[in-house]
């Protein structure tokens, strides 16, 4: 864990800033995929599986297994699972809100299943989707004389046709 110096503390307001922001900026994400990106970049291996097996003793506490059985399962410490029983003791709101929550949607997520939308490779290269991208912005802001302009040339180009279809397709939808 990280040490501070007296030197590099910040104000009780400003730290309540930061964290507020880091909270908007995760309820701002859109789905546990772009959760997991933010906490991989966020945190070290150890500090997100130290999280997660915290969250997992919450949600084992809540169904009521011992500490027994929860260190068999998830390989902790006794005194990691009391610590987390004191804190769903003494409020545990957060835990017992995420453990509902992820209880209803855990069935309904599969990672490996989940398809990459084009969109997302877009935006990570878009140096490899750049002429694609720039033909849909010119389809999208060209007039009709234009569009039809291109038609033209797209029908003299037979060696093409994948490239054809695609651009063609975009040109009727576009019209």
Same mark, same amino acid.
């Given at each position: 864990?990280?040490?501070?110096?007296?030197?590099?503390?910040?104000?009780?307001?400003?730290?309540?800033?930061?964290?507020? &922001?880091?909270?908007?900026?995760?309820?701002?994400?859109?789905?546990?995929?772009?959760?997991?990106?933010?906490?991989?970049?966020?945190?070290?291996?150890?500090?997100?599986?130290?999280?997660?097996?915290?969250?997992?003793?919450?949600?084992?506490?809540?169904?009521?297994?011992?500490?027994?059985?929860?260190?068999?399962?998830?390989?902790?410490?006794?005194?990691?699972?009391?610590?987390?029983?004191?804190?769903?003791?003494?409020?545990?709101?957060? %835990?017992?809100?995420?453990?509902?929550?992820? !209880?209803?949607?855990?069935?309904?997520? !599969?990672?490996? &299943?989940?398809?990459?939308?084009?969109?997302?490779?877009?935006?990570?290269?878009?140096? %490899?989707?750049?002429?694609?991208?720039?033909?849909? %912005?010119?389809?999208? =802001?060209?007039?009709?004389?234009?569009?039809?302009?291109?038609?033209?040339?797209?029908?003299?180009?037979?060696?093409?046709?994948?490239?054809?279809?695609?651009? =063609?397709?975009?040109?009727?939808? =576009?019209?």
């Amino acid at each position: 864990m990280v040490k501070f110096t007296k030197q590099s503390k910040l104000s009780s307001q400003e730290t309540q800033t930061m964290i507020m &922001d880091l909270c908007t900026g995760i309820a701002a994400l859109k789905n546990s995929r772009e959760a997991a990106q933010l906490l991989t970049d966020l945190l070290g291996k150890q500090e997100l599986e130290m999280i997660a097996k915290r969250l997992k003793i919450a949600e084992l506490l809540l169904k009521g297994n011992t500490y027994e059985e929860i260190n068999r399962i998830i390989k902790v410490s006794y005194a990691t699972i009391a610590r987390v029983q004191l804190w769903l003791r003494e409020s545990g709101e957060g %835990y017992r809100l995420a453990v509902s929550r992820t !209880k209803s949607k855990r069935d309904k997520i !599969k990672i490996a &299943d989940e398809p990459v939308r084009l969109s997302y490779l877009k935006r990570k290269y878009p140096m %490899y989707y750049w002429p694609q991208m720039m033909i849909e %912005y010119w389809i999208k =802001n060209s007039t009709i004389k234009e569009k039809n302009q291109m038609r033209n040339i797209l029908e003299k180009i037979s060696e093409k046709k994948g490239l054809y279809k695609q651009l =063609n397709k975009l040109l009727i939808v =576009n019209k």
